[in-house]
């Protein structure tokens, strides 16, 4: 079975300053994993994702994100915050033994990003 | 352009009645997805189809149906069974080929049963 645990329900940054999401993944199987981010009653965006190539994972709009198995641990990072990005943020993950190509997500983290 | 389109962005409906979700997607993507989204939680799966008439309950299929009749739409229909209908909803494609791929998400459509 599989499982996401995002440690954070609410970050709260300034504007310019270092953005930390932390995520815990449970996996049987060789994992692969997934950022999303989603601003206000929109869908979900692929900020970037890992599937077993470089344990460093560098997205979309600066973010990336170090795969570390022996920490079951897949953060997310940002050098400088920027006012769009407050937002909701999911972790996810999925491995080959998921029927149907199923993920399952963490509980969300908020950010929000004080000027 | 390649995505997926879901429609209304807004529903609302009388408690009793059956509603149907409308969900799109020109992207030649073999497999796709219903979530359910409630305030401050992730999300919950209702139904994914891999293939044009199949699909596969989710975690939380009580009350939903769904179709999958073309490749491009696979509706779902939120019955009166529901017992709380009143959510955020999001459709999903990815490709489906043995190994996890990403899922590509339409921009979702938000019900409100009264």
């Known amino acids: 079975a599989q499982s996401v645990t995002q440690l954070d329900s609410h970050v709260s940054v300034s504007e310019g300053t270092p953005v930390l999401l932390r995520c815990n993944y449970s996996?049987?199987?060789?994992?692969?994993l997934f950022w999303y981010v989603q601003h206000p009653n929109k869908g979900l965006q692929l900020l970037l994702k890992?599937?077993?190539?470089?344990?460093l994972v560098k997205g979309i709009n600066g973010f990336e994100a170090e795969f570390k198995k022996s920490e079951t641990s897949f953060h997310l990072t940002k050098p400088s915050a920027h006012m769009s990005d407050a937002a909701e943020y999911f972790c996810v993950v999925s491995d080959l033994k998921a029927a149907g190509n199923k993920l399952t997500f963490g509980g969300g983290t908020r950010v929000l990003v004080k000027p | 352009d390649g995505g997926i389109t879901q429609s209304p962005k807004y529903l609302f409906r009388k408690e009793g009645q059956n509603v149907t979700l409308s969900c799109e997607q020109n992207?030649?993507?073999?497999?796709m997805y219903w979530y359910r989204q409630d305030p401050g939680q992730g999300l919950r799966l209702i139904y994914y189809s891999q293939i044009v008439n199949d699909f596969q309950k989710g975690d939380i299929a009580e009350g939903y149906s769904v179709s999958r009749e073309k490749k491009e739409s696979f509706p779902l229909t939120v019955t009166s069974a529901q017992k709380n209908p009143t959510a955020f909803y999001l459709c999903?494609?990815?490709?489906?080929?043995?190994?996890?791929?990403?899922?590509?998400f339409g921009p979702g459509t938000r019900l409100t049963v009264t």
């Open positions: 890992y599937t077993s190539a470089a344990t």
């Open positions: 992207l030649n993507h073999d497999a």
């Open positions: 999903a494609s990815s490709i489906d080929r043995g190994i996890p791929y990403e899922q590509y």
């Open positions: 996996s049987s199987y060789s994992p692969s």
